[in-house]
């Protein structure tokens, strides 16, 4: 037998056949049966594992053709990222050439189908060719709206002043949640307000902290004019909390984090996974995982394949190389109304979440709103108050359900006026140490000041509980008193207020620029301590922007006057001579407010611009689909029009225009990228990456795939002449002359 076996001829123990053994279509994360949704307008992988027969055949690419609704996309066909490869034997998920992977932003619809031949241009001998092309038909791609955070650097300055600039801007400290949470796009930008400086130990004020973060999301951002976002997330220096960082509530809209390199993308993505509505949990993220635009390559060299024993984002205290995302944290940011593409008003999802969320309580007699923020205690079963800030133009919280705490306001003569439910356990466990429980959490809420005409004199929190320990009942429920605070006879009283230049030099002959100083002074008759904000409107007083918030004014006896300093760029520019400050201070209850005269003030700046991908230093093979993502927000606009947002090669020219495109064109060579960014009123900013471009015979002209270039090849390069297609050799859009000179100069081959 083994004589009749070595009298074979080569070709025939050798014979080597190639077909489409499975095709993945994954962002991110995908199961065997390719049950998760998939998003449209998001950077998808498509892995395709070879069946084979003979021994593993270097060499072998592929072909991917996309149609929406049966007709083929502008991007297709798409050339693999990654081929020709090594097929083997036995391919396997964890090895990333083992599959040839094509790179795709699949459009919106019901009826997307995908179409891989593998050898596509015959460059394998192979005894077989009729088994080489396999589709997945019918996948559908959801709309899903873009989701919007503000963050916060925070000045911390009991250690490390402001975080790192560059960790925590788009592109850096977006990473790990652009790369698990598939909405629409992120649109991740800085707060529009001045920078937030906190005071105080994190350790022992982190629930000041969340509350802050939350005022600012609810009430300062709207105030100032903006969008309330969905989320808000503050940076502190380092990692100076022992629970890494902390959300306001699951679910909620408020949360911080460290820029601990190790821990600080993945801390951001764990605590927006409690904002979703996600508890720890302890599951690994069980199938393989792809990184689809590299977004922890840098600074971390995080490779592009998930192992299946990587844990998911929500168990706690994990660093950013030991995480990814199991499928009950991905589908919750899929499946949460902020994500929605029906119209949202930017509120928390499912109705409020206990701590302000939740767009729209009952309407008030257009007095505003009196912000109550504290700390809930749950060892001493109390809550401490912090002083109530007055704030027009924002949302009165809506009554949440669960809640466990009810906060009551009355009028002068005990009338109630109105209540609400909030929840304060929601998210008691420690993001450091699994099972550790914290002993404080966050109460915030937002009552209307005036009700039937009638304004709001003394505020009552109570627990609302089962009934046990004689506790008063109300409702049938028990209830218990936790705080309250009550209106004094006398408002404080402003006494000094002035806004300067700092330096004399610093105030041209009709605009204030530069370094600010503020002098101010207030005093209570009740004796009641004074805490009070600065703001700054560039509009008349339509728009608010916080300056600084919560000084205690007249802390340290002896001092005199308060001062504060603050430079100008930290502001937008005034519309003409309208800017002007003003001083809001709070004895606890009554709140009184004093303003500057108008004037010009401060200068229009660029908008901010970030390369979200490629990366600096990326490498890809001729034809490969090339992810352009960006980002581009102004203060003034706000998230820049798509037509704003423009795309150049050093060696290519332009290239694109849009925050996320994809382009499979880029000539051979090292190219800078350029995303520039301008605003409307011609102000712009730019951001660059340096990519190289490979050489790859990618499309050998062999049109019709029956080994020979030839008139049938001709024909079909003829045929589709003016328009895109697999006879665009050169990818430039259109079949056109140069393809043609590419055909013959291959006719015979």
Known sequence: MFGLLALCPASVVMAVDLSVASIEITQGLQTATGGLPLIARNATMVRVKIALVGPAQPGVDALLRIYSNGIEIPESPVYSSNGPITAPVVPLSNNIDDTINFLCLPPEGADIDFVVTVNAFNTVVESDYSNNTLSVLDKAFLCRRMAEIAYVPVNYTPGGGLPNAAMIEPGSGDTFLRAIYKTGDWNYHRSPLPTYTHTQDIIVSNILLLNMMNDIRQNQIPAAGFTRPDFVFGWLPGNPFTGNGQAISTPGGAAFGNTDPLRFQRTFAHEIGHCWGQPHNQVSISVVGFDIERQLRDPLGIAAVMPATKRDVMVAGLNTPDAWVASITYLDAIDDARSACAAFDGGGGGGGDGNGDGGGG??????????????????????RLEPTMEQDGVDVTEDNARGNVLVESFAADGVRLHAVRVDTLGCRESCGQAGHLHRETSLFVNLPRVVGGRETARVLVRDVGDGRDGRKMRDGRAVKSLA???????????????????????????????????????????????????????????????????????ANPGAGTDTFEFESAQLPASRGAHGLFAMRASDGMNNTRRRSGSFAFGQSAPPDVHVISPNETDSVPDGATVI??????????????????????????????????????????????????????????????????????????????????NAFDLMIMLSTWGQGGVADIDLNGVVSSPDLAELVQRWGY
């Open 628 to 709: 352009l993502h960006g980002s581009a927000w102004d203060i003034d606009d706000q998230l820049l029009p798509e037509a704003s947002v423009t795309w150049t090669s050093s060696r290519d020219g332009a290239i694109g225009t849009g925050r996320l495109l994809a382009r499979r064109n880029l000539s051979v060579g090292t190219h800078i990228i350029t995303v520039r960014g301008t605003d409307s009123g011609g102000l712009w900013a730019e951001r660059s990456v340096t990519i190289t471009v490979t050489p790859r015979v990618y499309n050998n002209a062999n049109l019709d795939g029956i080994g020979v270039v």
């Open 362 to 383: 009952p309407a008030n007699d257009s007095g505003g709103v009196l912000r109550i923020a504290g700390t809930h205690d749950h060892v001493l079963h109390q809550v």
């Open 484 to 554: 309250q605070l009550v209106r004094s006879a006398h408002a404080p009283e402003i006494t000094n207020f002035a806004v300067t230049p700092a330096h004399p030099g610093d105030i041209s002959s009709t605009t204030l620029v530069g370094r600010m100083r503020v002098d101010w002074s207030a005093r209570d008759a009740d004796g009641d301590p004074v805490v009070a904000d600065l703001l700054y409107s560039p509009d008349g007083a339509n728009a608010w922007f916080p300056v600084v918030l919560g000084v205690q004014i007249g």
